[in-house]
């Protein structure tokens, strides 16, 4: 019993810390990247910042793909943040007021995101807690940030609005938000032109339906100036990251395996011992005209007996400690190795009740072989066993 509640606590907790990594660290990506973008061919494909303009009739394309949920514009421009004594790298991401700023929100460690606007800027920029901490900034300083384009370079001063901080590095070093506006201006685009839009899907298991409408009706078509439009998913776009969370489910599989083996030799082996315990008492039975059959199905049940009070106390040790980490965080991770502070859980119901049927049938399908030793055990030997 303690074997079969100990193996499915483990397992439990195993695949609700694994989901919950995944999504986490998949969220953190969507949150910066959205689940699609549609740009520029060489803007997706190159090492270049090509502009390209959305009509009303190329996004009414795109809002008619299977799942959309939103769609919101951006635009890049490389530049630098300096201060008296230092300077950084960024990427300077332009957004408008259609930027679903949840995620950044719900990561905002100071200051506020602003309303960023497509029609004016606001000299106002949030950055991560990174380069705050690299340029000794806080929120309500200004800075200088310069652009270079064509030999020209061009100074712009901004008020740091707010600072926020995902520990994910790849991003928190080099990401800083702005006006759309601002990022239009300064990569000398006209109005109507940006980098790419970003579109949200309503559930992430319908992203390959979603991109390859894209690929049939939005790729290889051309706006106003000839720019030629594309498109590209999240996966494609950091496939590194996504085939590491997909390694993640063949330790889920391991564990699996070598707790379910715990439990069934463990369950095969009291069973033995408990069938030889009773080897007087199945004589006895024999003896009187039960049959092989008979004593064996009440083995089992009593075998399925001990498998469910070990599957009752294991569910409550597995889902425990999933709730009390979801309460409290009690346990802490590096966020610089693991791009999170605390370990992440996700209590999946479904999930664990399949886990609970596959433990149930697995551990009483082995346990059939073993309870075929009753059938070897003759009256008259085993009532003088004792």
């Keep these: ?64 793909a299977p799942a959309v949920e939103h769609i919101q514009r951006y635009a890049m421009k490389q530049g630098i943040l300096k201060t008296d004594s230092d300077f950084l790298g960024v990427m300077f991401k332009g957004v408008d007021e259609q930027f679903d700023t949840t995620f950044i929100v719900k990561n905002m460690k100071e200051g506020y995101f602003p309303h960023f606007s497509a029609e004016k800027s606001s000299n106002q920029i949030v950055i991560s807690q990174q380069m705050a901490t690299l340029l000794g900034l806080k929120t309500g300083d200004r800075i200088f940030s310069y652009f270079f384009d064509n030999n020209n370079v061009r100074a712009r001063r901004f008020k740091i609005a707010g600072i926020y901080q995902t520990n994910l590095a790849m991003f928190d070093k080099i990401i800083v938000y702005t006006d ?43 706006d106003n100036y000839g720019a030629t439009f594309s498109s590209s998913t999240i996966k494609n776009s950091y496939p590194s990251i996504f085939s590491w969370l997909d390694l993640l489910d063949l330790n889920v599989w391991i564990i699996l395996g070598l707790m379910v083996c715990v439990a069934g030799f463990t369950m095969i082996s009291g069973l033995l011992i408990i069938i030889l315990e009773r080897t007087n008492m199945i004589g006895v039975l024999k003896a009187i005209g039960a049959t092989n059959t008979t004593i064996r199905h009440t083995f089992l049940w009593f075998a399925v007996f001990i498998i469910g009070k070990g599957m009752i106390i294991g569910n409550l040790l597995g889902i425990g400690i999933i709730l009390l980490q979801r309460v409290t965080g009690l346990i802490k991770l590096d966020p610089t190795t693991y791009y999170v502070s605390t370990v992440p859980v996700e209590l999946n119901i479904p999930l664990i009740i399949l886990i609970n049927i596959a433990t149930l ?26």
């Design 361 to 386: 049938a697995i551990s009483v399908f082995v346990l059939i072989a073993p309870s075929y030793l009753i059938s070897h055990i003759q009256p008259a030997k085993s009532m003088r066993y004792e």
């Design 1 to 64: 019993m303690t074997g079969v509640a100990i193996g499915l606590a483990v397992m439990i907790v195993s695949v609700c810390v694994v989901l919950g990594f995944k999504h986490t660290i998949r969220d953190k990506v969507v949150g910066f990247g959205s689940h699609l973008t549609v740009a520029e061919f060489m803007t997706l494909h190159g090492n270049e910042e090509v502009p390209i303009a959305f009509t009303d009739s190329i996004l009414e394309v795109i809002k008619k």
């Design 180 to 222: 759309l506006y601002t990022s239009v201006k300064l990569n000398g685009w006209k109005p109507d032109q940006c980098s790419g839009v970003e579109i949200t899907v309503k559930d992430f298991k319908q992203l390959n339906e979603t991109a390859k409408y894209m690929v049939e009706h939005v790729n290889r078509a051309t």
